[in-house]
């Protein structure tokens, strides 16, 4: 038998509120701790399930170029040859069950009876092995990875060690929630994203859906029904002289399709595996630096970097040379990409330093993302804020927006160069375009068109200015949205 994983890899209309970070490549290649994030599922996956069964893995998702996700299966596959790891393009936004439905055929077959589902964004312990265990104790019923959510952001992640009853309930209404039975495990009820108020008791259990299952083959029996439902609903549609895609069939929602009406079938069970260690998805670039902090307590080995007094740990080098020269001091919680050169005097904490960036002599950044190629200079100040309001807020983010960043860290974006002395606190600072000529009025407008690309602006400032013949926007205190 064989044990699949399916992971979402999301799309060109996902990703949103990553921005500027998913401009430039999937989400879910962004590097966190000198790794795309999503190798933490992948190799975790295997490490614990390898030798048990042979493993096969699907990653799918909607994006129109697929060349980085190509390459990074390449590479990926290249470490782990034994495992058989493909990305599977949907043809168009099928939802969190669509694409499951869609390539079922390619999924189910007579050697593989189970299968994990998995969130592409979700950032935690991974506990795969365990999961499976749980699952093939409670008669290979459907499973969910359920979280506690007064455990939301555990390891003093920012300083937030539990949540206050107010910041609790403003959980319960961001994320799907599942009501198990205490001493079953046994799932009665499921609601997504609920507008009205839960509180806790002692019969039952209220968890957040962790955004990893295990399903048998029971679960395209559910998706099939969701989906002829749906067919019926569009023909009313069209019969009523409606929008002809006001119901698409083929676009469906393991949450409210399938999770929904678990919880009352009578052909199958829904347990609950119960977590109470540290949880969350990346979203926001803020949660990026969350993960990136996480990541690196998990992982970073602190005894090997005790001696050296130019690094405070957890620290990730990607280039051991980084570590053996004196003249700066990083961390904690700083990770670096390949090809990074540090001038003297620097300091740097709580931060992801892309692949190829220059930092010059006695600049401090905290608190931060420098994308790559970036070239900070000397004496720079680039200042951003993570405080337990900003976690919260980041919490808080709403997800219907098309572009929604609340997060007060500082984000340099792919290229940008910042001169002598430049300071930044709590910015987006985005290089647009090389200039070659005079700029004009009729140039600014477009290319301010094309970084908000349809969005709406509420900001509190904006500079537009020029630097070495480039265009450079900087956004204070900024709320980008639509």
Known sequence: MTIKAVILVGGEKTGTRFRPLSMEQPKVLFPIVGKPFISHIIENFISQLDGIEPLEILLIGFHKDVSSLQQYIKEISGKHPWVKIVYKAEPGTLGTGGGLYYFRDEILDSNNDKLFYINGDVICDYPFKQLLDFYNSHNQSSVIYGVDPTQLLNNNLIGLTSLEPEARQKIFNKFGIIVSDKKTNEVIHYVEKPTTQFTLDTTHNVLINGGIYIFNKDIFKY??????????????????????????????????????????????????????????????????????????????????????????????????????????????????????????????KNSIISDNVTIGDNSYIVNSIISEGVKIGKWCRIEGEASKQSVLNDIDTKTNSNLKLENNIVILSKGVSLVIKFSLRVSLFYLIKRLNSILSTKLLCKILKIMIAFTTVVLSSLYMHTINEYIYIYINNYTLGK
């Not at 090997?304 to 961390?331: A, C, M, N, T």
Request: hydrophobic content about 35%.
């Open 223 to 348: 998706l099939e029904r969701a989906q002829l439902g749906k067919r019926r609903a569009s023909k009313i549609f069209l019969y009523d002289d409606l929008e002809s895609d006001s119901v698409d069939p083929n676009s469906l929602s393991l949450e409210l399709d399938v999770l929904k009406i678990l919880p009352q079938s009578s052909e199958s069970k829904f347990y609950s595996f119960n977590s109470t260690s540290f949880w969350y998805l990346l979203k926001t670039p803020m949660s990026a630096l969350l993960a990136n902090r996480y990541f690196l307590e998990q992982t970073v080995d602190k005894e090997s970097l005790k001696g050296v007094e130019s690094i405070i740990p957890p620290v990730q080098v990607s280039d051991s040379s980084l570590g053996l020269r004196g003249g700066y001091k990083i961390g904690p919680y700083v990770s670096f990409g390949k090809n990074v050169s540090i001038g003297n005097g620097v300091r740097i």
